[in-house]
C-alpha cells in the first residue's frame, strides 16, 4: 500500500509536528505526546481529557479546544496511550475543579486510565471518569470486554464540553457525559479493511464483492458479512439495529460518519437514505453532522450514531466550539 509518510516508526510523532504547525492555539508536546489547549488551565472549568490510539483522527487530538477537549492523549496507531501522558494531561488542565476522564470502552484504555485517575488522586487532582460504550454491532470482540466505545464519543466531549465551558461543577459535568452515551448508539459498516503504517497491508481479508455490517473502528469483527447493498440497503440495517437498541423517544442528533476513505459525495447520499428511513420509523431529527470525524485509517465505509436529546443537551450541543475538527458558533 502505497502511504504518505516517512517511515512507519515515526508516522504519530510526525503528525504531532504538523497538527502544532497547522494549529498554534495548541500546544502539542510531540515528545510526550500530550495535546493542550495552549490557554489551559481554565479557572474554574472543569477540565475533560481524552485520548486513544491514533489513526482515528481528527478524534481526538482534533478535538481539542473551547467548547470541547482541554485536552488529548495520543497513542501509537491503535493502541491506548499510557498513564504518564493521562497524568500529565490532567495536571495541565486542572484548574482546581476537577478532571473528566471520557474513556472509549477498550481493555487497554480502560486500565490506562484508571491508573491514571489513581495517580492523579495521589496528587491532588480530583478526576472522575465517564465511560461510552454505544456500539450496539457486538457485545464483546477482540479490543473490549463490553460494547465498545464509537461515534457517540463524540457527542459526549461536544456536550460535556460545553457543559464545562459554563462552569458546571464536576459531577454534573460527569452526569450530562453519562446520560449522553447512555441516550447514544452506533453501528459500523466496512467496504474495506484499513491499512495500518506498520503492515503496510489490509488488515484482514474483506472480498471484492463483500461488506461487513457491524465493524468496529479498528477493524474488529462486525455481527455478519453479506454482498454487497446499495446504500438505501446498507441504511436500513444501520438504522434498524441502533433504533431497535436506543428506541428513541425524543429528537436524535444524527453523526453519518466517514470511515476515513469515503468520500462525502457518498456520505451525503447515505445520509438522505438514514433520513428516509428515520423518517419511515417517525424518528424526528434535530441535527446533522457528515463527514469524517471518527475513522479507521483508509478504510472505506461508514458508521451511523444517534443521540436522543432534551432541551438541555440540545443546548449544550448548539454551544460554541473551536477546535480543529469541529467549529461552529464563534
Not at 472543569?46 to 491514533?54: H, N, P, W, Y
Not at 497524568?87 to 491508573?115: C, E, H, P, Q, W
Not at 431497535?244 to 444524527?254: G, T
Amino acid at each position: 500500500m502505497k502511504m504518505l509518510i516517512n517511515v512507519p516508526e515515526s508516522v504519530v510523532a510526525d503528525a504531532l509536528r504538523g497538527l502544532a504547525a497547522a494549529h498554534p492555539e495548541l500546544a502539542v508536546d510531540v515528545e510526550n505526546r500530550v495535546i493542550v489547549r495552549r490557554d489551559a488551565p481554565v479557572a474554574g472549568q472543569v477540565g475533560l481529557v481524552s485520548g486513544g490510539g491514533s489513526g482515528h483522527e481528527p478524534l481526538h487530538g482534533g478535538f481539542v479546544g473551547p467548547g470541547m477537549l482541554s485536552a488529548a492523549c495520543p497513542g501509537e496507531v491503535f493502541t491506548s496511550p499510557v498513564p504518564d501522558q493521562m497524568l500529565r494531561a490532567a495536571a495541565a488542565v486542572d484548574s482546581g475543579a476537577g478532571v473528566l476522564f471520557i474513556v472509549k470502552n477498550y481493555t487497554g484504555d480502560v486500565l490506562n486510565f484508571d491508573m491514571a485517575a489513581e495517580m492523579a488522586e495521589d496528587e491532588g487532582i480530583q478526576v472522575a471518569k465517564v465511560l461510552v460504550n454505544d456500539d450496539v454491532a457486538v457485545t464483546d470482540s477482540l479490543y473490549t470486554a463490553g460494547r465498545r466505545g464509537t461515534g457517540a464519543t463524540l457527542f459526549v466531549e461536544k456536550i460535556a464540553g460545553a457543559a464545562a465551558a459554563e462552569g458546571m461543577p464536576l459531577e454534573r459535568v460527569q452526569a450530562i457525559a453519562r446520560q449522553v452515551n447512555e441516550s447514544s448508539r452506533s453501528f459500523g459498516i466496512a467496504l474495506s479493511a484499513c491499512s495500518t503504517p506498520a503492515k503496510g497491508s489490509p488488515t484482514f481479508d474483506l472480498p471484492p464483492g463483500e461488506l461487513e455490517l457491524g465493524i468496529g473502528i479498528h477493524g474488529e469483527p462486525g455481527r455478519e458479512r453479506r454482498a454487497m447493498m446499495t446504500s438505501g440497503e446498507i441504511a436500513e440495517a444501520a438504522v434498524e439495529a441502533v433504533v431497535e437498541d436506543l428506541q428513541p423517544r425524543n429528537p436524535v442528533l444524527v453523526l453519518v460518519n466517514g470511515m476515513g476513505a469515503t468520500p462525502l459525495l457518498e456520505l451525503y447520499g447515505f445520509n438522505a437514505e438514514v433520513h428516509r428511513v428515520l423518517a419511515q420509523r417517525g424518528v424526528p431529527v434535530a441535527r446533522v453532522l457528515v463527514g469524517n470525524y471518527v475513522t479507521s485509517l483508509d478504510m472505506a465505509g461508514a458508521s451511523l450514531t444517534l443521540c436522543q436529546v432534551d432541551e438541555e443537551l440540545l443546548r449544550l450541543y448548539d454551544a460554541p466550539v473551536k477546535t480543529p475538527g469541529l467549529r461552529w458558533g464563534v
